[in-house]
């Protein structure tokens, strides 16, 4: 089976576990993801769980302006960004589309398949990354993927956000930690590879809290995890609150950040691979926090931090 795989060790130059330097390993070289957007929508949004999404959110941050404008054609939109990437990543040696945006297991079946086969078909494209939510992940759809990884990069990214229940309710989220870990050893029974999305900084979540999630998740069957800080992005719930009284919606300053970081990775399972350590939106859509930072210098600040302290991924950790 084709998978993204992790080693027992750390990256000894960043002193973590880096899902780049591991696909370079894995396949000889950079694997690259193309964002494409498939017009799916959210539980969260359409009424099913809820009305409006989650108070962080607005999609607009993170989706390529060629996935915006090409929405309702796959081959177009790979087309575009594989044109841009191939000049920028040059030594790529996989493709693999990212559905990104919103829930891309939300869907009929059918055409869910129909959609991840049109990227496929692609010549350039040899898997999919497929970005959801855990309560949108059925077992008929994970036997499918499951199929389709004995031929395909397969990668399953689970927005789970936090660990913690009552952040998660204050975000209006829509699910609970226990439904994350269902979706995820469920995902990975059946030999997918499984990567998780955690936020920190959300309304009503503690250092503690945020830092007990390295344990949790530790101890379950993830291939990689994407971290991030919380942002303040226009056309959110968050925003209108955040202007109406800044001090409600504390935020985690550059520092706060990256010490935060080097904790939750001490405390991390060194084999669950870090994919990301940040997040960047556009500063037209960005209100608030502004460390000045691009997220390509986030990084080695993590790294330094992890040398001053002469510490490493899962330097902290106990096996369960």
């Known amino acids: 089976m084709l998978a993204f795989t992790a080693t027992s060790h750390s990256d000894q130059a960043r002193r973590y576990l880096s899902w780049i330097d591991l696909s370079k390993q894995t396949h000889g070289g950079r694997v690259q993801k193309v964002s494409v957007t498939a017009g799916f929508s959210c539980p969260n949004r359409d009424g099913s769980k809820g009305i409006g999404g989650c108070t962080f959110c607005n999609n607009a941050g993170f989706t390529p302006g060629y996935a915006r404008d090409n929405k309702d054609d796959i081959r177009m939109q790979l087309d575009t960004g594989l044109e841009f990437l ?55 759809l994970l036997d499918y993927l499951a199929q389709l990884s004995q031929h395909h990069l397969i990668e399953l990214e689970l927005g789970l956000e936090s660990t913690n229940d009552a952040a998660l309710r204050r975000v209006n989220r829509g699910h609970d930690y226990a439904c994350s870990v269902d979706a995820i050893e469920r995902a990975a029974a059946r030999g997918l590879s499984v990567s998780a999305h955690l936020m920190f900084g959300l309304p009503g979540e503690s250092r503690s809290s945020m830092l007990d999630g390295a344990k949790l998740l530790s101890a379950l069957p993830l291939a990689s995890l994407k971290l991030h800080q919380l942002q303040v992005v226009k056309g959110t719930r968050l925003a209108n609150a955040w202007r109406k009284n800044p001090a409600s919606v504390p935020l985690l300053t550059q520092k706060e950040y ?37 997220l390509s210098e986030l ?18 950790w106990q096996a369960t």
């Open 258 to 294: 990256l010490e935060l970081l080097a904790d939750f990775i001490e405390h991390l399972n060194p084999n669950i691979a870090i994919q990301r350590v940040g997040s960047e939106v556009p500063p037209s859509l960005r209100l608030a926090p502004d460390w000045s930072l691009r």
């Open 299 to 316: 990084a080695p600040l993590l790294t330094q931090t992890l040398q001053q302290r002469n510490s490493w991924h899962g330097r902290l």
């Open 86 to 140: 191939k000049r920028r990543y040059p030594r790529t040696v996989r493709w693999v589309a990212y559905f990104q945006a919103y829930s891309n297991t939300y869907g009929e079946q059918q055409q869910l398949i129909k959609t991840y086969q049109t990227a496929l078909a692609h010549p350039d494209i040899s898997g999919l990354v497929i970005g959801t939510r855990p309560d949108c992940v059925s077992n008929e």
